[in-house]
């Protein structure tokens, strides 16, 4: 939260400290409180140590809905733009967006639209909300343009939650596996050590091979953890770079199994925002500009770059995508005839409609598929290692009848 030095007098003479608040006319509001009346006020530059670190999204994509919601709400309901904000900014359980909502405030008390208010806070209001807002501006339906982004955002965390619901069992399955396996190699199997090595007979193939992993799991268990640790860290900087991660895309669009699903989410997000930006009159270049920024595939991306330069040479918007094996005929299609009957806006809406409940359906079936697939498969690494252990143990059960 910002810190702000302060001078100023109050009935036993002069004051000056710094002050935390969420906005400078809040901190106002503070020392007049405290019957401090101020001459100077002016924010401490962040440091390191005062600087408020957040990871991943500032704000939850839950609280943005609500907060959409509410704000449509308040201005159908007749309340002005500059109150409404502060309302919500009062109410929001975010901390960082009622930072930035009361900030907001300050602007539109300066005579700055929202869109430009809302311009300066780029992390908490995509180019898809500023745009929106622009339009809703010129075209006095404020209210309207919000409970549409209210729904498209609604329906984007319905569906990206039902495909982290369907990634989240094998993911876990798969940390408990490997934890799994650390303990037997590292706890149980280092204990019948000592009992195989009086036994003069040839230990089976298997046998050796578990002996050898846990012989190096305790040695070089460091070697392990760094191991996930490079592959994790080169994951992500293979994703920061452009160029290949075209090629994770294209990877993750090929996958067998997920990657169907994966390609109907990402045509299901680039449809909905499309359809929110025509129907809210953002024009059609800078729409795909913005889908651009959103659908987060570099494979798709490419392809919408394309359409973007075949409408600006006066050319389909389809030509590029009817090429790509990414779009199927579907999307070309409902596109075209959307682009001829003057409706792109309905035909995008339909194909996202589709696609999202092709997606839903898929992730139930293969919660189904994998919950089973993954129990055999941790069945079977256990099932490996005891049996590693308990062959030449009949062994010598044997030998000693």
């Known amino acids: 939260m910002p810190r702000y030095k302060y001078e100023g007098r109050d009935t036993s003479g002069k004051k000056s400290g710094v002050i935390t608040s969420s906005s400078k006319r809040d901190a106002l509001e503070k020392l007049k409180k405290e019957g401090i009346r101020v001459t100077l006020l002016n924010e401490v530059p962040e440091t390191l140590l005062t600087k408020e670190i957040i990871i991943g999204n500032p704000v939850k994509l839950q609280d943005y809905v609500i907060f959409l919601r509410q704000f449509s709400t308040l201005l159908q309901a007749g309340v002005s733009v500059v109150d409404a904000t502060k309302i919500l900014a009062e109410q929001t359980s975010s901390k960082v967006l009622r930072r930035v909502l009361l900030e907001v405030e300050e602007d539109l008390r300066a005579g700055n639209p929202l869109s430009s208010a809302a311009s300066k806070h780029k992390k908490i209001f995509s180019p898809m909300f500023i745009n929106m807002m622009r339009a809703g501006e010129a075209g006095g339906n404020m209210d309207e343009i919000l409970d549409r982004l209210a729904i498209h955002y609604e329906k984007q965390n319905k569906t990206k939650q039902k495909i982290q619901s369907a990634l989240a069992y094998p993911i876990v399955v798969g940390i408990v596996a ?3 396996i650390i ?17 003069n007979a040839e230990l089976p193939a298997i046998t050796k091979f578990v002996l050898a992993s846990s012989e190096f799991m305790q040695s070089f268990w460091y070697v392990v953890i760094l191991l996930f640790v490079g592959i994790y860290v080169g994951f992500l900087v293979l994703k920061s770079n452009k160029k290949t991660k075209y090629y994770l895309d294209y990877a993750a669009l090929k996958v067998p199994i997920f990657g169907k699903m994966i390609q109907k989410a990402v045509l299901a997000r ?83 409609d589709f696609y999202e409940e092709e997606v839903e359906n898929s992730t139930d079936k293969l919660k189904s598929l994998i919950e089973p697939l993954m129990i055999l498969f941790l069945a079977s690494i256990v099932g490996t290692i005891v049996t590693s252990i308990l062959v030449p143990m009949f062994e010598i059960f044997n030998q000693i009848q």
Not at 183 to 199: D, N, R
Not at 286 to 314: F, H, T, W
């Open 270 to 352: 680039m449809t909905r925002t499309l359809s929110s930006l025509f129907s809210s009159s953002v024009p059609i270049l800078q729409a795909l500009s913005i889908v651009e920024s959103v659908v987060e595939n570099e494979v798709i991306v490419r392809v919408l770059r394309e359409s973007r330069d075949s409408l600006e040479r006066g050319r389909s918007i389809t030509a590029p995508m009817k090429k790509h094996w990414a779009f199927p005929p579907l999307v070309t299609q409902m596109i075209a005839i959307g682009e001829e009957t003057g409706v792109l806006d309905a035909m995008l809406a339909k194909v996202a």
């Open 183 to 199: 303990f037997l190699l590292t706890a149980v199997v280092p204990t019948f050590v000592s009992m195989f090595e009086g036994f």
């Open 178 to 180: 490997i934890g799994v």
